[in-house]
């Protein structure tokens, strides 16, 4: 049975790798739609209840926290039991979490049922475990593979224009309830029944190539050692043995600062800069709009870094991301709105393509068994610049009156990034081919 099942997959010629990675996309887009449609259901919810915005708002800071504290457990989880088990299980416990908020009457209904269980739900289910897989998958398409699965999050931010109907047509408890089951329902049997971990489960090879010599093969079974060279490669990492590498450290502070600063300050305050411009509400949107579009475009981008190496499309990506910052300083009314949309092209391009190419350099540095663990703990950095980051812009906003000291920040965080990815060196690890 096993041999006509793998002949039959070779006679179709369909590497198996790209149903792991759609399945992955769909997991991503239905996951973090749940997250990103926050900024719909927030007023709604301030309205209703007469709370104040701060301490409504909390819920998600608690929930941006708590998933990057739990990143690291969730990769280590799937490492251990596979994504079959740990997926479907994040789905069941962030669907179940926002459904009934459905229900919630206080503030610390929110705060346990979308903070604590959203969170922890979506990290079983979010990217520390599913890049992890998908990277197993690919090597020498790695850079592609990273940039489609970074385009789940982009996708997921079409939900708020669909939750905002929902909420519009059924009220806000109704729609909690519509999002988290879909979000059980379609992720729970497309991932329990299509996931794999790796390639070696389906009798195959990353990318679908032929396995040529015994030398190719990890150390610790995990797959191939394409492209990677000497001591480095053979090495079997887990997490503790990363962290004692100075690569490890740069990377983790890399993530805090093109993550979690010049990513997450930019989507959580990018509009109301361009409406304190004097940007009519709408046009403020359509730049909004246009940066996500670009910005999902940027992923699909990361491919080139499979053929030109890491460092070559990372760091021209950054210094785009910095080059549409100081745009930003030239903007004082609407005078000129073809600036605003300049700034969000050359924004979400730069940022865009940045972020998969920074996740492959991860994967290229300590892929392994025990991979999801490493990533998952480079997406707490993430989390940390994320909780960090808005909430200190907005601080410095009230403080000056103006955005000027957050900007800095925008480019400081994308130059340091530079800095980090070129000590960090991946071109030494990873050959170009």
Same mark, same amino acid.
């Given at each position: ?46 309205? !209703? ?67 604590? *269980? ?43 224009? =669909? ?65 990677? !060279?000497?001591? @480095?490669?053979?090495?079997? @990492?887990?997490?503790?043995?990363? *962290? ?55 992923? *699909? ?36 709105? @073809? *600036? ?16 998969? =190419? ?76």
């Amino acid at each position: 049975m096993t041999n006509n099942s793998e002949s039959l997959e070779k006679r179709d010629g369909i590497f198996y790798g790209w149903v792991i990675l759609s399945t992955a996309f769909i997991t991503l887009v239905l996951g973090y739609a749940i997250r990103n449609t926050f900024s719909v259901f927030y007023p709604t919810i301030v309205e !209703e209840f007469g709370w104040a915005r701060g301490n409504t708002a909390l819920m998600f800071s608690i929930a941006v926290i708590l998933y990057g504290v739990v990143a690291p457990i969730a990769g280590s989880l799937v490492d251990r039991y596979g994504p079959r088990v740990v997926v479907p299980a994040g789905a069941i416990i962030v669907g179940a979490g926002v459904a009934l908020c459905s229900m919630a009457t206080a503030r610390w209904h929110f705060y346990l049922l979308y903070g604590v *269980m959203g969170a922890i739900g979506l990290s079983l289910a979010g990217w520390a475990p599913l890049s992890a897989i998908v990277s197993n998958w690919f090597a020498r398409r790695r850079g592609l593979a990273f940039g489609i699965l970074s385009a789940g999050f982009g996708g997921s931010l079409v939900f708020a224009s =669909v939750a905002q109907f929902l909420i519009s047509r059924f009220g806000w408890r109704t729609t909690y309830v519509i999002i988290g089951i879909t979000a059980i329902t379609v992720i729970v049997p497309l991932c329990g029944v299509l996931m794999r971990r790796s390639p070696q489960d389906k009798g195959l090879l990353p990318d679908g190539m032929p396995l040529l010599s015994d030398e190719l093969r990890h150390p610790d079974g995990s797959g191939i050692l394409t492209g990677s !060279e000497g001591k @480095w490669a053979s090495t079997t @990492w887990n997490l503790t043995r990363a *962290m004692k590498t100075y690569q490890f450290w740069l990377l983790f502070f890399m993530s805090f600062c093109l993550l979690g600063f010049a990513e997450t300050i930019a989507i959580a305050h990018q509009v109301f800069f361009f409406r304190d411009a004097g940007y009519r509400p709408m046009l403020a949107a359509n730049v909004y709009s246009v940066f996500g579009v670009v910005f999902v475009l940027g992923n *699909m981008c990361s491919f080139l870094s499979d053929r030109f190496g890491r460092e070559r499309v990372f760091v021209p990506s950054c210094l785009l991301g910095a080059m549409a910052v100081c745009l930003l300083f030239l903007i004082k009314d609407p005078s000129h709105p @073809w *600036m605003g949309f300049l700034f969000a092209v050359f924004y979400g391009l730069g940022i865009g393509t940045a972020g998969p =190419v920074f996740f492959t350099t991860v994967a290229d540095f300590f892929q392994g068994r025990h991979f999801g663990s490493i990533q998952g703990t480079v997406v707490l950095g993430f989390s940390l610049g994320g909780a960090i980051g808005p909430w200190l812009a907005g601080f410095l906003h009230d403080k000056t009156g103006t955005y000027f000291a957050t900007f800095l920040i925008l480019l400081g965080s994308l130059l340091l990034s530079v800095l980090l990815m070129e000590l960090a060196a991946p071109r030494r690890i990873r050959s170009v081919p």
